[in-house]
């Protein structure tokens, strides 16, 4: 289980650092943003990037060994910080919010909004991204009806351009047998669908050998 960690932290500690980096964390976002389509003359790019290099020595007097993986309590709730879609603290994260059904039956949603960072194609997201993306909101759909696993398989069809701005994702799940999970989800822009998949999710081994031996058997959320 290699990159989970229990921390047990109180909710009210994992909400101080939630209010603490989720702010820090949206002023790297702006700065990125801000990098790609400044035009300011060059000695000003210049001098704030020896700005931008003294901040980053001081943020990494002190850091974490290798990467954040996801961090979570006894009740198994995880927090994927690190998430490169949904992280709070991932400045290359979007983030997207993910909204489950509150009848936990798969069904998930997230709008949000895909800045100039994110580009491909002049105006248009990148493919990859979308990707990204979609891997994520079916993984999440997996975890949000009880099934969660790790992606085996995930097949993208583009209907049509993804433009940059905002936009709408939606997931759910189409079937389950044992530790596997099948799900289909797309991307919406203003112009109806742009992109649908369809993936495998299948809990991992360690996963199910942990459910196994614990009594009663709860789904490990940190999965999702």
């Given at each position: 289980m290699a990159g989970y960690v229990r921390d047990d932290l109180p909710d009210e500690e994992v909400q101080r650092q939630r209010d603490l980096y989720g702010p820090f964390t949206q002023s790297l976002r702006e700065l990125v943003d801000a990098g790609l389509r400044t035009l300011v003359d060059d000695e000003e790019v210049r001098a704030v990037q020896a700005e931008v290099e003294a901040l980053t020595a001081r943020l990494r007097a002190h850091q974490l060994d290798g990467a954040y993986g996801v961090r979570f309590s006894a009740q198994?709730?995880?927090?994927?910080?690190?998430?490169?879609?949904?992280?709070?603290?991932?400045a290359v994260a979007p983030p997207l919010r993910i909204e489950h059904?509150?009848?936990?039956?798969?069904?998930?949603?997230?709008?949000?909004?895909?800045?100039?960072?994110?580009?491909?194609?002049?105006?248009?997201?990148?493919?990859?991204?979308?990707?990204?993306?979609?891997?994520?909101?079916?993984?999440?759909?997996?975890?949000?009806?009880?099934?969660?696993?790790?992606?085996?398989?995930?097949?993208?069809?583009?209907?049509?351009?993804?433009?940059?701005?905002?936009?709408?994702?939606?997931?759910?799940?189409e079937r389950s047998e044992d530790h596997k999970t099948?799900?289909?989800?797309?991307?919406?822009?203003?112009?109806?669908?742009?992109?649908?998949?369809?993936?495998?999710?299948?809990?991992?081994?360690?996963?199910r050998e942990r459910i196994a031996s614990e009594q009663p058997h709860p789904t490990p959320r940190y999965c999702e």
């Open positions: 198994g709730r995880g927090r994927p910080w690190g998430n490169t879609v949904v992280g709070l603290r991932n059904h509150p009848d936990r039956d798969g069904r998930v949603w997230s709008d949000f909004h895909l800045g100039a960072v994110y580009e491909g194609p002049p105006g248009l997201v990148h493919g990859g991204v979308s990707a990204l993306l979609l891997d994520q909101l079916l993984g999440e759909s997996a975890g949000a009806g009880g099934r969660p696993g790790m992606t085996a398989t995930l097949t993208l069809t583009y209907r049509q351009g993804t433009p940059l701005g905002d936009l709408r994702g939606e997931a759910w799940i099948w799900c289909r989800g797309h991307l919406v822009g203003p112009d109806g669908v742009t992109v649908e998949a369809e993936g495998l999710f299948i809990l991992p081994r360690w996963a």
